[in-house]
């Protein structure tokens, strides 16, 4: 794909956390420029379910209006720590150490970002976070050229469910050629 090599300063410090904690599928910088120009657009909170090391907040974060609020919860507390080290002087990010779930006293959510499939499973929930005319985008896609849509032999039913629930807009879209990731509104 066609983008700067450059990445935010924010992203760059989560990516090294990444590297030294030994973490390999980060989200990949397409996903991420995708995440920051769909933050651009948002006000409100937005949140990532699964913090990882910070990378997919650091991308938010880098698109964002300076009065969006982004929060993010990381299930290892340690981690948490030292993603929230890096977010110290961010004063529009909150990461909190704790289940994805710690989050939904934040909602109604502008824009959320997920790459936890069981997660995704929780789409009754999901739904219920995301404000009318709210965005989720799920990330982790394997690409599938069939319909319904089949991995490794069998039907991938998150991503059936996610593509044809009413109440939602949504599209999968190729990040490369062995990736895809949904973008969900919120009717």
Do not use: H
């Not at 090294?16 to 948002?42: K, P, Y």
Request: aromatic share 6%; charged share 25%.
């Amino acid at each position: 794909m066609s983008a700067p090599a450059e990445v935010p300063e924010l992203v760059s410090r989560t990516l090294n956390l990444s590297r030294q904690r030994g973490f390999i599928t980060s989200i990949r910088n397409e996903t991420g420029r995708l995440l920051a120009s769909l933050a651009a657009s948002r006000t409100g909170t937005l949140a990532e379910l699964g913090t990882g090391c910070g990378v997919g907040s650091a991308w938010l974060s880098s698109g964002a209006p300076k009065n969006a609020r982004v929060v993010s919860a990381e299930l290892d507390p340690a981690l948490a720590e030292d993603v929230q080290k890096i977010f110290a002087d961010t004063v529009n990010v909150d990461v909190i150490a704790g289940d994805w779930s710690t989050l939904e006293q934040y909602a109604p959510f502008s824009l959320l970002f997920i790459d936890i499939r069981e997660v995704m499973e929780s789409m009754d929930v999901i739904a219920d976070l995301l404000e009318p005319g709210g965005i989720a985008v799920l990330d982790d896609f394997v690409p599938s050229a069939f319909w319904p849509p089949i991995v490794e032999g069998r039907v991938d039913t998150v991503r059936e469910r996610w593509l044809t629930d009413e109440r939602f807009a949504a599209v999968e879209m190729l990040i490369d050629v062995d990736a895809s990731l949904i973008i969900a509104t919120r009717r």
